[in-house]
């Protein structure tokens, strides 16, 4: 009889080869995916920072941190986002690092386009 951990054409395992539940992300063509109660987690979270966003932008006292606070709440969702709703979480790292190797490069590019024309002429001779 076959051990279930078989290879597809119903074979012995390969020597060496993780269990399923040594982080393989996939077994027997099934993703991994997080529960039920993780997505409600996350979308706890997630309306967690929304309404923190929300403060944020009616909060008087943090009108002069307004733009940076948002961006990073901001690009926290989007991570969390593109994390568990999207699956990357579950994919192979590479994946990851794909999207989010040119996203980082977007961000400094934002953040540069603001520094260059809100807060260096600000301090123009």
Do not use: Q
Not at 46 to 59: D, N, R
Not at 62 to 85: C, D, G, H, M, Y
Request: glycine fraction near 8%; hydrophobic fraction near 55%; charged fraction near 15%.
């Amino acid at each position: 009889m076959a051990d279930r951990h078989a290879d597809v054409h119903g074979g012995l395992p390969t020597p060496g080869a993780p269990m399923p539940s040594e982080g393989m992300a996939h077994v027997h063509g099934e993703a991994h995916h997080g529960s039920r109660k993780t997505y409600v987690i996350v979308g706890v979270i997630l309306s967690i920072i929304t309404a923190v966003e929300v403060a944020v932008f009616y909060i008087e006292a943090l009108k002069s941190v307004l733009i940076p606070v948002l961006l990073v709440l901001s690009l926290v969702k989007f991570v969390t986002v593109v994390e568990f709703f999207m699956h990357l979480k579950y994919d192979n790292r590479i994946f990851s690092r794909v999207f989010f190797g040119p996203l980082m490069l977007a961000v400094l590019v934002v953040v540069g386009m603001i520094m260059l024309f809100k807060v260096i002429p600000k301090y123009a001779w």
